[in-house]
């Protein structure tokens, strides 16, 4: 199972589930915004439609590379994701003086 850990960005190999909605396909995503910094998570790949986003009820979404993909931040090192299924997430943190898990902020 590949995981891939980007800042604040979790994208995670998984099968596809069902019942998802295709929100976007394109060469270029926007994964996440910086909150703190105004920066941005940005997938590419070369293929013209690589890139297929989806979604489900409860908001989580889903990413559909056909080809390889490199993930880019101001503040990273790029990486590059396989062809493959995935799930994005968002890294959390456990606070243990505030004992509390919370979103992790880049």
């Given at each position: 199972?590949?995981?891939?850990?980007?800042?604040?960005?979790?994208?995670?190999?998984?099968?596809?589930?069902n019942?998802?909605?295709?929100?976007?396909?394109?060469?270029?995503?926007?994964?996440?915004e910086?909150?703190?910094?105004?920066?941005?998570?940005?997938?590419?790949?070369?293929?013209?439609?690589?890139?297929?986003?989806?979604?489900?009820?409860?908001?989580?979404?889903y990413?559909?590379?056909?080809?390889?993909?490199?993930?880019?931040?101001?503040?990273?090192?790029?990486?590059?994701?396989?062809?493959?299924?995935?799930?994005?997430?968002?890294?959390?943190?456990?606070?243990?003086?505030?004992?509390?898990?919370?979103?992790v902020v880049?």
């Amino acid at each position: 199972m590949n995981i891939y850990r980007h800042g604040d960005v979790l994208i995670e190999a998984i099968e596809r589930p069902n019942k998802l909605t295709e929100v976007f396909t394109g060469q270029q995503y926007t994964v996440a915004e910086g909150e703190a910094t105004g920066h941005s998570h940005v997938l590419s790949t070369r293929t013209k439609s690589g890139i297929r986003v989806f979604q489900d009820t409860a908001g989580n979404r889903y990413l559909d590379i056909t080809g390889q993909a490199r993930i880019r931040h101001q503040e990273h090192k790029e990486l590059t994701l396989e062809p493959g299924f995935y799930r994005v997430g968002q890294e959390r943190e456990y606070d243990y003086f505030l004992q509390e898990v919370r979103r992790v902020v880049d």
